[in-house]
C-alpha cells in the first residue's frame, strides 16, 4: 500500500532554509519520475520540483530555480527538496507525490495520481 509522508516545514525568517523530506513505501521512487508540489493560501496547486526517474535530471518551476534543489535516497526511498533563499512567497503546504504534468487544479490532494494517495503534507511558512 502505497504511503507518502512529507516533514521538515517549518516557520522561517525570509531568506533562510529548510530540508523537506518525503518518506515513501509501497513503491521505489527510484524507478519513478518525482515532483514536489505545493499549495500556497487562495492559489492553486503548483508542481515546483520534477526529479526523473534514476535520477538522470531535475526541473524546476521559474519560481524556485537556483534557490531549490531536488534529490533522493535510493536505500531510503526518500525524496527531498532543499530550500534556501527562502522568500514570503514560498509559504505553502508542500506535498511529494509521483510526477503528473497535467492540469492540477485548485488543490494538489484532489488530483488523481497512479500512486493512488496523498500524504499530508507539511507546512512552510516564510515570515518575519
Known amino acids: 500500500q502505497v504511503q507518502l509522508v512529507e516533514s521538515g516545514g517549518g516557520l522561517v525568517q525570509p531568506g533562510g532554509s529548510l530540508r523537506l523530506s518525503c518518506a515513501a513505501s509501497?513503491?521505489?521512487?527510484?524507478?519513478?519520475?518525482m515532483g514536489w508540489y505545493r499549495q500556497a493560501p487562495g492559489k492553486e496547486c503548483e508542481l515546483v520540483a520534477i526529479?526523473?526517474?534514476?535520477?538522470?535530471?531535475?526541473n524546476y518551476a521559474d519560481s524556485v530555480k537556483g534557490r531549490f534543489t531536488i534529490s533522493r535516497d535510493n536505500a531510503k526511498n526518500t525524496v527531498y527538496l532543499q530550500m534556501n533563499s527562502l522568500k514570503p512567497e514560498d509559504t505553502a503546504v508542500y506535498y511529494c507525490?509521483?510526477?503528473?504534468?497535467?492540469?492540477?487544479?485548485?488543490?494538489?490532494?484532489?488530483?488523481?495520481?497512479?500512486?493512488?494517495?496523498w500524504g499530508q503534507g507539511t507546512q512552510v511558512t516564510v515570515s518575519s
Open positions: 507525490n509521483a510526477l503528473f504534468r497535467g492540469p492540477l487544479g485548485k488543490t494538489c490532494p484532489t488530483v488523481v495520481l497512479w500512486t493512488g494517495k
Open positions: 509501497g513503491f521505489t521512487v527510484t524507478m519513478n519520475s
Open positions: 526529479i526523473s526517474s534514476g535520477s538522470v535530471s531535475t
